[in-house]
């Protein structure tokens, strides 16, 4: 079965300070992707990254980075010098591939970063 | 930069009322989606539709729920006799094709209430 597990609820950190958001995921697929999502107060759902299985290189893009490691099945986000603005729910999915036969997104439970000024 | 539409952002309707829900995907896409979040709580799949055809549904995806490409643009989803625990937000999503590697552009949502 597909799964993500986002064990954090909540975080609260005061701004300026780094924040991890874990994400752990099972799949059975070989071929796979896994996405995070912001989503502010408004609602809607604002794409962060994708990264396909078979691509652990980790990724920067400005203050966020992700951590890809299949061999603990994480795929975790950073926010370096967090800001109030970062303040929402951070949603992780995970897309399957032939193996399963869907393609349909699962997503994790989230978690709500509160960000202090 | 082409993106995904939903109307209304907000139905609110009463217990029992048939609500269509409707969605402009992008228009050289394929695949089109329906998501649901009730409030507070992760965001979960309902059904895919591919070529007027369900291609994957989930168990909340009862008979209540059915989809429907009416015409070249647009993608509803229809609950015929809402329920109090049919108030979530609700969102449509499309992606070129059917595979992972694809990737879903969400819209923006419509939140149902139902009262």
């Known amino acids: 079965a597909q799964k993500v597990t986002q064990a954090q609820t909540e975080i609260s950190v005061v701004e300026k300070e780094d924040v991890t958001l874990d994400c752990v995921y099972e799949t059975r697929d070989t071929t796979y992707y896994l996405f995070w999502y912001k989503q502010p107060p408004s609602g809607e759902l604002v794409f962060l990254i994708r990264?396909?299985?078979?691509?652990?290189q980790n990724e920067i893009s400005g203050r966020y980075s992700w951590n890809f490691q299949k061999s603990t099945s994480s795929f975790n986000f950073t926010i370096t010098a967090s800001q109030v603005v970062d303040s929402a729910v951070y949603f992780c999915a995970l897309s399957g591939g032939p193996t399963s036969g869907t393609y349909k997104y699962i997503f994790g439970t989230g978690t709500r970063l509160k960000v202090l000024a | 930069e082409p993106e995904v539409t939903q109307t209304p952002s907000h139905q609110v309707t009463q217990m029992g009322q048939e609500v269509i829900l409707r969605c402009v995907p992008i228009s050289n896409h394929l695949y089109f989606y329906w998501y649901r979040q009730i409030l507070g709580q992760k965001v979960e799949f309902l059904v895919s539709?591919?070529?007027?055809?369900?291609?994957?549904k989930s168990e909340i995806f009862d008979d209540q729920f059915s989809v429907e490409r009416p015409d070249g643009s647009n993608f509803t989803l229809k609950i015929r006799s809402t329920k109090l625990e049919d108030s979530a937000m609700y969102f449509c999503?499309?992606?070129?094709?059917?595979?992972?590697?694809?990737?879903?552009?969400f819209g923006p949502g419509t939140r149902l209430t139902v009262l």
């Open positions: 990264r396909n299985s078979f691509d652990e």
């Open positions: 539709f591919y070529n007027n055809e369900i291609s994957e």
């Open positions: 999503a499309s992606s070129e094709a059917g595979l992972g590697s694809n990737e879903q552009f």
